[in-house]
């Protein structure tokens, strides 16, 4: 048990460092009501829910919930399969979990093309993940094509974020 | 790149060389198909008012009349205070030597009456120059709601009968209306008059709705909604603003839909797999058809006016590139080759043209070329301009044009198919995806 609360909290501690958002953490700071000044000056509080390896948090900001593509490619790159062989790996096990890929373009496309392209880079994903092992009938896929970009400049630093598939997940039943 | 477009320009102006109004000896009539640089002066001295309490209506007519006529660069109209004279009376004779010295082409008369709810509009039109009348008087009545639609009446009939082709200002424009930031943009299905006019909301903005496509007599819609989490197909009957999801095959995401020329199928996108096919569904029967069968990009399917052709874009070379099929499927033959991307093409009501976006060295244009692929002509170059519409008549293109960066705002612009008179249409706020509609009846 100690052995375990020491992993979890390195991981926490990791999963802090590497994010550059702290208000994604938004119950960090929420102290249990229950939390006493023990004797010895130990202070007691709930874990952050991203530090619960079976927690969509946990999902979305250790494992990762996206990948990214280069211009009009739904080609994985070498780091995206890193990422959607950990996505397989929790879906695995946290099973009572389904997921909706959403597939995503950069602005510099018409916008019917963008939706066929978002659908690709969704689709690649799904794919990649039934490769995995992860069962067809859990994943669903969407496109937005460029109608939800992430960043908003019309650089490539911006575009390169928008181009992306997003793996979301919830608990549900397959239908 | 400036020194290509102005190639461009040379080249157009050559091809469509400038004639000039007509002379005194030849009838007033401006020949579109050779282009015109100079806009031809007419008059238009505000209309009178029949009965008392008609006067505002007058001057609106007489305003909108005015325009009309001068938004399509074909003509100018001469102020007011250069008028030698007024007319006395509708039904006075004309003193067209007072409107010679002022050098106007055409004169255009009218008078308005308003009697209760209902508005009555004549007009007449005058070639100046022969000192006789263009086709005889006409009057339009209606309710007082609609007189901006006379008004458009009128100047279809004045633009009709100078240049012989078809007028387009009595129409209107089906498009999405934008609010907010580009990264939580709200949009609407919208309608409006063809000059910006009494904007209507179809659908609320609590769902992202895509491209809607009028049918050809103006009476339904298609679009794309994400209302239930998933883009489908919608169709929504104009006068009842009623809606309901077109069945397709099963899919991942429907979209990208078009009406056939007599309303009763439906061409659209859907996405199986990740791949992207062109499909059809009679509305009648629920029939489905699949029209393309790739592993590559198949989209925006739009039919040629007579109904035996399809054209699309598909990427089954490597890039977006512009095919024609048969409308039943079939082997299509590929019709752009210039350099870049070419989508959106949209089959020209007259059946002579197809119009198209392109993307090249990282600048989206509006073009139109022959429906064989030849004589390509690029009309309009930005930072993003996307989705071009024909007016009723095929002779002007409505697109939506996006400004760069954060800040980054839709609007509607208007063109005419030599490139000239790139105009904004006015809308309350962002806009993109025109669809223009039919001539009204």
Not at chain 1, 63 to 71: M, S, Y
Not at chain 1, 91 to 106: F, K, Q, W
């Amino acid at each position: 048990m100690t052995y375990f609360i020491k992993t979890a909290l390195v991981i926490g501690t990791l999963a802090l460092g590497a994010c550059t958002n702290a208000d994604r953490f938004d119950s960090a700071d929420a102290v249990d009501l229950n939390a006493q000044a023990g004797a010895g000056g130990i202070n007691q509080s709930a874990l952050d829910p991203s530090q619960n390896p079976t927690s969509p948090q946990y999902f979305s900001q250790t494992i990762g919930d996206r990948v990214l593509f280069e211009n009009d490619s739904s080609l994985l790159t070498a780091q995206g399969r890193a990422t959607l062989d950990g996505q397989a790996g929790w879906l695995g096990t946290n099973s009572d979990y389904l997921a909706v890929i959403e597939g995503h373009a950069d602005e510099k496309g018409t916008r019917e093309y963008n939706l066929a392209l978002g659908a690709r880079r969704a689709n690649a994903v799904r794919e990649y993940l039934i490769s995995k092992g992860v069962a067809s009938s859990r994943i669903r896929t969407v496109s937005y094509g460029k109608e939800r970009p992430l960043a908003v400049c019309s650089e490539e630093s911006c575009y390169a974020q928008n181009r992306r598939a997003v793996t979301i997940i919830s608990i549900g039943q397959v239908s | 790149m400036m020194i290509r477009f102005l190639t461009f320009l040379a080249a157009a102006m050559m091809a469509f060389a400038f004639t000039g109004p007509a002379t005194a000896q030849e009838p007033l009539r401006l020949t579109l198909r050779d282009g015109v640089i100079e806009a031809l002066p007419f008059a238009l001295p505000q209309f009178e008012a029949e009965v008392a309490g008609s006067e505002q209506m007058a001057a609106d007519i007489s305003r909108v009349v005015a325009e009309d006529l001068t938004g399509t660069g074909l003509f100018r109209q001469i102020p007011a205070t250069s008028f030698i004279s007024t007319p006395s009376g509708f039904a006075s004779p004309v003193a067209f030597a007072d409107w010679r010295a002022i050098n106007a082409q055409a004169l255009v008369t009218g008078a308005v009456a308003v009697n209760g709810a209902t508005v009555t509009v004549k007009f007449r039109l005058y070639d100046v120059f022969s000192g006789q009348e263009m086709g005889e008087g006409l009057q339009f009545s209606g309710t007082t709601d609609g007189w901006r639609r006379m008004a458009h009446k009128v100047a279809d009939a004045v633009y009709s009968r100078i240049t012989g082709e078809a007028g387009y200002f009595d129409s209107r424009v089906v498009f999405v209306a934008e609010t907010g930031p580009k990264d939580d943009r709200a949009k609407r299905v919208a309608i409006m008059d063809y000059d910006g006019a009494n904007v209507q909301y179809l659908t609320d903005s609590s769902t992202i709705v895509l491209a809607p496509r009028f049918s050809p007599n103006g009476d339904r819609i298609l679009f794309t909604s994400y209302e239930s989490g998933f883009p489908r197909i919608n169709i929504l009957d104009v006068a009842s603003v009623t809606r309901q999801q077109l069945g397709t095959v099963e899919g991942e995401m429907a979209f990208s839909p078009r009406f056939s020329l007599d309303g009763r199928q439906v061409i659209y996108s859907l996405a199986n797999g990740g791949n992207t096919d062109i499909y059809r569904t009679d509305l009648a029967t629920g029939q489905h058809s699949r029209l393309t069968n790739t592993p590559a990009i198949e989209t925006a399917p739009s039919f040629s006016p007579d109904g035996s052709q399809i054209v699309f874009e598909s990427d089954r070379s490597g890039t977006q590139q512009l095919y024609v099929m048969p409308a039943n499927g079939g082997e299509p033959q590929r019709i752009s080759f210039g350099n870049g991307r070419y989508g959106t093409p949209v089959w020209s009501p007259r059946g002579d043209l197809i119009a198209f976006t392109k993307q090249e060295a990282g600048r989206f244009h509006i073009g139109v070329m022959r429906t064989d692929g030849s004589e390509e002509r690029l009309l309009t170059s930005s930072f993003l301009d996307e989705g071009p519409t024909w007016a009723p008549n095929g002779r002007v293109i409505m697109f939506a044009r996006e400004t760069q960066g954060a800040g980054g705002t839709t609007a509607l612009y208007s063109v005419d198919i030599t490139g000239r008179n790139l105009r904004r249409v006015p809308t309350p706020q962002g806009a993109s995806d025109p669809s223009w509609g039919p001539l009204q009846r």
